[in-house]
């Protein structure tokens, strides 16, 4: 992990929004890597959004605000809010011309964002939607092809704001699966998730965030074991965990049903 | 219509109006709202019957309104100006997607966010249309009465418009994140993915079309 280059590293970073007396993020340090998928996790209000606003360099620079600290980002970012229908561009006829927007804004030739959208959109099983208007999707099938826009632009850094949230759990077991692939072709992914199921094999690292800072980070499987995860203020962990938490069993709690399986038998 | 290049459509939807003004009332106007009415209604035109409604509707309390003010004569010849330009627009609406207008723009050379503007303009009307519709349909799960008398739908306009508002505003923002985050950006080249195609004969009757208003407007003055 070491010799990895650093996609984004976020160094003592403080920020307030505009007109907001408590800061969103307060002292926050994080780094990512080429090829790792890093999780943040955490209650609403946490700071996680926003810290993908800064990652992203959407904050300040476009919502306002005061950022104090240092951010560095090597390569394209491209960042996935949460509502798939406030991200499509309005300029687009079909599916295809909707992921097409960004690589177009790009200024690529044409030849090389056929073959990035097509791409793009095999690889989030929407391939065949293509020649839709996006305005006739369901929520699910928009937030696919919104992701499929993303990945069209090629990214070094992929961030992601509850990317899962629209989809039924095939869509949300691909997109996980995708996210661990793209990390293989040396993407740096950030994702903000209350999936947390899904984060003991689609995660290499986990962030928890508390009042905008990091309250505790490391390997994914050691921090949702984390007792303390289920205190008051805390995000929980996954449902196996969970079951195991309330009876009481001896910690470190499984993460997984294949887990449990195993500690039981 | 809809095959015409983004910009033909608009010249002819903006000489319309014009010349319902330069032109003599009220034969001027006649004759401009006859053009209008057939973009509108024709076959080919690129309008649909829902789009000429919606143009008869707004122009409607015009007519009311300038018949109070003005009597009939005052009322004829400033109601077919107004219909025309209702009219033109309407079907200019009808006829031209926003995308097409931007790959036109962008294959010119046109800033992207100049664009993106006017394709924003134009495409508010069916997007916030819909949201009103799902608002609607929202209030009135949640027991609201919307049919009725004028009181009656007063007060369920009242409760339509504050979160139609609010939710277009809140939308504002995530949205302009969502386009900054795809590229959308000052200054930048965009790809134009399909521009429409053009031709001379059109280039031509463009320019037709402006020298005709322009010959209109000397008439007029000398």
């Known amino acids: 992990m ?3 280059l650093t996609a984004l590293a976020l160094d003592r970073v403080t920020f307030h929004y505009p007109g907001s007396v408590a ?6 340090s994080l780094e990512v890597r080429a090829g790792e998928v890093v999780a943040l996790i955490g209650a609403m209000g946490a700071g996680a959004s926003t810290l993908l606003l800064v990652a992203g360099g959407l904050a300040p620079r476009v919502v306002g605000g005061e950022l104090t600290g240092h951010v560095r980002c090597d390569g394209r970012p491209a960042l996935l809010l949460p509502t798939p229908w406030t991200q499509v561009s309005g300029m687009a006829f079909t599916v295809w011309d909707e992921a097409a927007f960004g690589p177009a804004n790009l200024g690529w030739p044409r030849e090389r964002i056929g073959s990035a959208v097509d791409r793009a959109l095999t690889r989030v099983d929407v391939a065949t939607l293509r020649d839709r208007d996006p305005a ?23 961030l992601l704001d509850e990317p899962t949230a629209e989809l039924d759990p095939a869509g949300a077991e691909l997109v996980w699966r995708l996210l661990r692939e793209l990390a293989r072709e040396g993407v740096a992914v950030l994702v903000a998730t209350s999936d947390l199921d899904a984060l003991p094999d689609a995660a290499d690292r986990v962030v928890w965030l508390a009042h905008g800072g990091v309250r505790r980070a490391g390997a994914a499987r050691e921090v949702l074991a984390d007792p303390e995860l289920w205190q008051a203020d805390g995000p929980g962990s996954t449902a196996v965990a969970g079951v195991w938490h309330q009876a009481e069993l001896p910690p470190p709690p499984p993460l997984t049903v294949a887990d449990a399986v195993a500690r039981v038998g | 219509m809809r095959a015409l290049h983004p910009f033909t459509l608009i010249a002819i939807a ?3 109006p014009a ?14 709202v006859v053009m209008a009415a057939a973009l509108l209604l024709l076959p080919g035109g690129g309008s649909t019957v829902q789009a000429a409604r919606a143009a008869l ?3 409607a309390p015009f007519w009311f309104f300038l018949f109070l003010l003005h009597g009939p004569g005052g009322a004829v010849d400033t109601g077919l100006r107004l219909t025309t330009m209702i009219g033109s627009s309407v079907w200019l609406i009808a006829a031209l997607p926003p995308p097409r207008l931007v790959e036109a723009m962008v294959a010119r050379g046109w800033p992207v966010s100049v664009a993106f503007l006017l394709s924003s303009t134009l495409s508010a ?28 739908r007063l007060a369920a306009l009242r409760a339509l418009a504050l979160p139609l508002v609010l939710s277009a505003l ?19 080249r965009r790809t134009p993915l399909a521009p429409p195609p053009d031709s001379p004969l059109q280039q031509l009757a463009r320019w037709g079309v402006v020298l005709g208003c322009v010959a209109a407007l000397v008439w007029r003055i000398v």
């Open chain 1, 2 to 4: 070491a010799d990895r």
């Open chain 2, 57 to 59: 509707l707004t122009a």
């Open chain 2, 170 to 188: 809140h939308e504002v923002d995530e949205r302009a994140l969502a386009l900054e985050t795809r590229g959308l950006a000052p200054g930048i």
């Open chain 1, 23 to 28: 800061p969103a993020l307060v002292d926050l």
């Open chain 1, 136 to 158: 006739t999707l369901s929520g699910g099938e928009l937030q696919r092809v919104i992701l499929a826009g993303a990945l069209a632009m090629e990214p070094a850094l992929l």
């Open chain 2, 125 to 152: 009307v069916p997007a916030l249309r819909l949201r009103a519709a799902r608002l609607v349909e929202a209030q009135r799960s949640r027991g609201l009465r919307t049919r009725g008398g004028p009181l009656i």
């Open chain 2, 19 to 32: 010349l319902a003004w330069i032109l003599p009332a009220p034969w001027g106007g006649v004759g401009t």
């Open chain 2, 14 to 16: 903006v000489a319309l």
